[in-house]
């Protein structure tokens, strides 16, 4: 029984070990287009058109986890609501958890998760609010192992920007983005 626990840990470590090549520090970007809905009062506005979403980030890979702290800015959006216009626009700040198969692949999917903090804008009319709330992700996607070091990502995800207020509204703002980007790592 003995045997087997202590050989069982050495595969396991020698596993974890021998993938941990690709070890190491990363920074990039991603560009891509997001739809959003906007829920405020059990009345649901939803976006005609995707709208620009930008991304910097940098983290730590190790082994088949990424860890990440992403800033992203999501374009300006307009809804009507009642007689007046609203408009909301949203940067982030996310802390992401990615997960990648141990597959030996140029191509490789992965899942990923995160949180943090959604900053809004928001104007109805004469009015105006700065707020932050609570942000969260979840996704999937693929990426390309051009060199050892470069990559190349598409994915989606559906993500949760909280709840923009303004003059004693609250507009909730949940939908999917789509997007490609390129890492680089160190």
């Known amino acids: 029984m003995k045997k087997t626990l ?3 840990l050495i595969l396991i470590a020698n596993f974890v070990f021998a993938t941990n090549a690709s070890a190491g520090a990363f920074f990039g970007i991603r560009f891509g287009a997001e739809k959003l809905d906007v829920e405020e009062a059990n009345t649901s506005f939803e976006d005609s058109q995707a709208k620009f979403i930008g991304a910097g980030f940098v983290g730590y890979h190790y082994s088949f986890f990424r860890l990440e702290a992403e800033y992203m800015y999501q374009a300006k959006r307009s809804y009507q609501s009642d007689a007046d216009r609203v408009s909301i626009e949203t940067h ?3 802390g992401n958890l990615y997960f990648s198969p141990p597959i030996k692949s140029v191509l490789k999917p992965y899942l990923m998760g995160g949180v943090g903090a959604a900053f809004l804008d928001t ?3 004469n009015f105006s609010d700065d707020n932050t709330d609570l942000a969260w992700q979840l996704g999937l996607g693929l990426e390309l192992e051009f060199t050892e070091n470069v990559f ?3 994915g989606g ?3 949760n ?3 923009a207020e303004v003059n004693n509204k609250s507009f909730e703002q949940t939908g999917f983005n789509y997007f490609g ?3 680089f790592e160190y």
């Open 6 to 8: 202590l050989f069982t």
């Open 92 to 94: 982030s700040l996310m």
């Open 123 to 125: 104007k109805e009319g």
């Open 152 to 154: 190349l990502e598409v």
């Open 157 to 159: 995800r559906f993500v």
């Open 161 to 163: 920007m909280g709840e």
């Open 181 to 183: 980007g390129l890492r």
